[in-house]
């Protein structure tokens, strides 16, 4: 019998928030060198990241060695429709709670269109072999790369990014969800 969505996020969900310090930050320098293998992020000068949250695998040493390359990094920000919007993001950036008690840059003024970024580094609480993210329920990357259902080539190419322990089998996408390009975890990377 299949589980539902919802049981999938709520048995991942708690069993990311019980991983330890050691096991975080293991994983988060196994993912920062996956990354690094593919072209396509090590060329890519626009990247959409995220700040982790509620357990989420944590790109910052990606992100410190981005910087470092001269990348420029976009945050997302959730608009007033639900569809996020991406932020220039720096090590001086300052940062706000949003409603949902996630940090996102406090000035959204600073913002670029979705498609000059070459890449999206998106966080997942699961995904399955077809391809297709589970994310935590609010569809927010679903509904802004909505264009992406009948035009996969067009950028930014969206990669989830997670534990490898987050790879299920389900297949039961809802009409609206966006395939991801790739998934790439602390172990594996799955192209699609």
């Not at 994983?27 to 090590?42: G, H, M, P, Q, V």
């Not at 534990?163 to 299920?168: A, D, E, F, G, V």
Request: positive net charge; glycine residues 6%; charged residues 25%.
């Amino acid at each position: 019998m299949l589980k539902s969505k919802v049981q999938v996020r709520t048995e991942l969900k708690l069993f990311r928030s019980n991983l330890t310090q050691y096991q975080k930050l293991e994983s988060a320098d196994r993912l920062c060198r996956n990354l690094l293998k593919y072209r396509f992020i090590t060329g890519a000068k626009r990247v959409g990241v995220y700040l982790p949250y509620r357990g989420e695998i944590d790109l910052f040493p990606w992100i410190q060695l981005a910087w470092r390359q001269g990348k420029a990094l976009y945050l997302p920000v959730v608009g007033n429709k639900d569809e996020l919007s991406f932020v220039r993001y720096t090590h001086k950036t300052p940062l706000k709670k949003n409603k949902f008690n996630i940090l996102e840059p406090a000035n959204k003024k600073q913002g670029v269109s979705i498609r000059k970024l070459d890449v999206i580094l998106a966080p997942m609480v699961a995904f399955d072999v077809n391809g297709f993210r589970l994310g935590m329920g609010g569809g927010f990357y679903d509904r802004t790369l909505h264009y992406k259902a009948k035009h996969r080539y067009l950028k930014p190419a969206f990669v989830g990014v997670g534990y490898h322990w987050q790879l299920m089998s389900w297949a039961s996408p809802e009409p609206w969800d966006i395939k991801l390009d790739v998934a790439i975890t602390d172990k594996n990377v799955c192209f699609f």
